[in-house]
């Protein structure tokens, strides 16, 4: 288990993720406990992502974005000095669902100030990742595009089997499930906008 945590306190990306969700709460004026009891994530997982000692899942983070008023693209998307209108593929951040095994690609430029999101996802075969509904994240909405493999999607309003270049567009807020059960990982993008309507 020790070795665990310091894998995580050597990884540059769990660190920075937990600066980050620890600056905007700090932004907020949100004690460990006010955060809690907005985003139904308990106080002391939130305070162990913080230091990077866990690796968080993508459902708690959807959570802690939520009650912080901010999205999962945007939580990525942290402070650069010089920003570029370019993003070269080495320079993307990748980062790995510890719990399904989805492969999550930060494709847009940082600091550029669009408040549009393009994220790249390889999503395993038979992984299932639930979404629960998020009323903070009310008007924000996103578009799926399929470039391989299918994919299912469950949301408040029925389940679509998506196949390669179906595309749906859906609310944040909504409660979604993404479910592969085919035996071929799934290969999409998602288009964000974080302009709310």
Known sequence: ?????MEYL?????RAIGERVRQLRSEQALTLDDLATRSGVSRAMISR????????????????????GTTLSALFAFDVKDASPVARRADQRLWRD???????????????????????????PHARVVFERQ?????IT??????SGRLELTMEGGSHLLEA?????????EAHVFHNPHDE???????LCRTKV
Request: glycine share 8%; charged share 20%.
């Open 185 to 191: 990982p799934a290969h999409y993008a998602v288009i």
């Open 10 to 14: 050597n990884d540059p990306l769990e």
């Open 142 to 147: 996103q578009h799926l595009w399929l470039f």
């Open 1 to 5: 288990m020790q070795s665990q945590i």
């Open 98 to 124: 510890p719990e399904s095994g989805y492969l999550r690609r930060s494709v847009s430029p940082e600091g550029v100030g669009s408040p549009v999101d393009i994220v790249q996802v390889e999503f395993p």
């Open 135 to 139: 009323p903070a994240d009310r008007g």
């Open 165 to 173: 270049g179906d595309c749906l567009f859906m609310g944040l807020e």
């Open 49 to 68: 992502i913080e230091r990077g000692e866990t690796s968080p899942t993508a459902q708690l983070l959807a959570k802690l974005c939520s009650a912080l």
